[in-house]
């Protein structure tokens, strides 16, 4: 990966934006949650302690994969975006954010089980609740890297959730749907606790859910075969 200094001056501008789409979005309040995107020599992330509106892309902070950094001080999160960000190579962005739902469940150490197909959009069965430890610390990061075995999100015990992707964009899109999917089962909970899908339906929603991510049709064995494009005249 390369970039030029027209390039991360993009990537920056981006980032600022994403942050200020959290607050928007409602996922996300206040100077809470914190933003990271690798790049070429290590990952750029969001500072501590400086609300999203008066963020400048400037202000974010460039960081390598041993600590050290340039500008300000980083998030106090900067351990977890690291080591998800080293152990994950197939994910280019870390988005941690407070929402209300998931952070809801995740004070009571809730899995989200697979009570909705949706649920296969985290790329599992479920999406865990990793176990609580102090915020900013080596043990909230091994944690959370331990709940996103397998999975691109994950809650985090009586804290937040994490959200993965390959753009800002996805990263995202996926931490407002498992915001969606903790309020609708919150509300669930509410006439008892609701049925679950198999584990061999969630298979076949994931593959779908892969192929249909690749521009494929969602069904192989032509059940849909209708629903085509229609040659010209």
């Known amino acids: 990966m390369t970039e030029t200094s027209t390039d991360m001056a993009a990537l920056r501008r981006e980032m600022v934006e994403t942050c200020r789409r959290m607050n928007s979005s409602g996922i996300n309040q206040g100077t809470a949650g914190n933003l990271s995107v690798r790049t070429a020599t290590g990952f750029l992330i969001t500072p501590s302690s400086l609300p999203y509106d008066v963020m400048t892309p400037d202000d974010l902070v460039e960081m390598d994969f041993d600590g050290t950094y340039v500008g300000r001080r980083p998030s106090s999160e900067w351990r977890f975006h690291r080591d998800i960000l080293k152990n994950r190579q197939d994910i280019d962005v870390v ?12 004070c009571h150490h809730r899995t989200i089980p697979s009570f909705h197909y ?21 043990a909230l990061s091994d944690n959370a890297i331990k709940a996103l075995e397998g999975r691109m999100a994950c809650l985090l015990g009586q804290h937040g959730q994490i959200s993965l992707g390959k753009t800002l964009e996805s990263a995202l899109w996926l931490a407002i749907e498992v915001e969606t999917l ?9 006439l008892g606790e609701p049925p679950v899908l198999p584990d061999d339906e969630m298979e076949r929603v994931i593959a779908q859910m892969k192929r249909m991510s690749y521009g494929l049709a969602p069904d192989p064995d032509g059940t849909n075969d209708v629903a085509r494009p229609r040659a010209a005249d």
């Open 95 to 106: 988005l941690h954010c407070h929402s209300m739902y998931a952070t809801t469940l995740a």
């Open 118 to 138: 949706m649920t296969g959009i985290a790329g599992g069965t479920t999406i865990r609740c990793a176990e609580y430890a102090t915020f900013g610390t080596q």
């Open 182 to 190: 903790s309020r609708m089962y919150v509300q669930a909970l509410t």
